[in-house]
């Protein structure tokens, strides 16, 4: 039962949180860019002021998978290199971020290989 709970509370925070995206995009005028940039810094000023914790354990990869996770991450990795030295600080956020941003990169390459874009009409 408890497994299923995990997942019910990640499916919600995950769902809240691109249910807030999504009323941000239609609402406002801001790109779909914007708002992934606010919610990486929401993830970057969370893990900063320790609230990012809480919220993850609570919801699990509902927060983590994200964008705001990325974030996170990159917090976590200069905290840990900022232990050693100004250089590892800005080194160490890179290394925490290198298998995500490799698989991203690696995947959109393959799709973008596989499948015919067409520009969105407005």
Do not use: W
């Amino acid at each position: 039962m408890d497994i299923f709970l995990g997942y019910v509370k990640a499916f919600a925070i995950g769902g809240l949180v691109c249910m807030i995206a999504q009323i941000l995009i239609n609402k406002t005028k801001m790109t779909s860019a914007r708002i992934l940039v606010m919610f990486l810094l929401l993830g970057v000023v969370l893990e900063f002021v320790g609230a990012f914790k809480f919220i993850e354990e609570f919801a699990g990869a509902g927060i983590t998978i994200p964008i705001t996770g990325f974030g996170s991450t990159i917090v976590k990795g200069a905290r840990e290199g900022a232990k050693i030295g100004l250089f590892e600080s800005v080194t160490y956020g890179f290394r925490n971020m290198a298998a995500g941003l490799t698989a991203a990169i690696f995947f959109g390459f393959f799709f973008a290989l596989i499948f015919k874009s067409h520009s969105k009409k407005v």
